[in-house]
C-alpha cells in the first residue's frame, strides 16, 4: 500500500484500507478477525474442490 501511490479515484480506498491497518495493528482481535478469515475461506474452498 505504501510502495504504489493510488491511481486516480483510488485515494479514498486507499485511505480506508489503511485505517483498517491500522487499526489491526492495535487491536489484536480485529488482526485475528483479518489473517483468520482468508485461511479459514481457503480451507472451505480446498474443502469444497474435494
Known amino acids: 500500500?505504501?510502495?504504489l501511490p493510488p491511481l486516480?479515484?483510488?485515494e479514498?480506498?486507499?485511505k480506508?484500507?489503511?485505517l483498517v491497518l491500522d487499526?489491526?495493528?492495535k487491536d489484536p482481535q480485529i488482526?485475528?478477525?483479518l489473517t483468520g478469515t482468508?485461511?479459514?475461506l481457503?480451507?472451505?474452498a480446498d474443502q469444497a474442490a474435494l
Open 31 to 33: 488482526k485475528a478477525v
Open 12 to 14: 479514498a480506498l486507499y
Open 1 to 3: 500500500m505504501k510502495t
Open 42 to 44: 481457503g480451507d472451505q
Open 38 to 40: 482468508p485461511r479459514g
Open 16 to 18: 480506508m484500507i489503511q
Open 8 to 10: 486516480p479515484g483510488e
Open 23 to 25: 487499526a489491526a495493528a
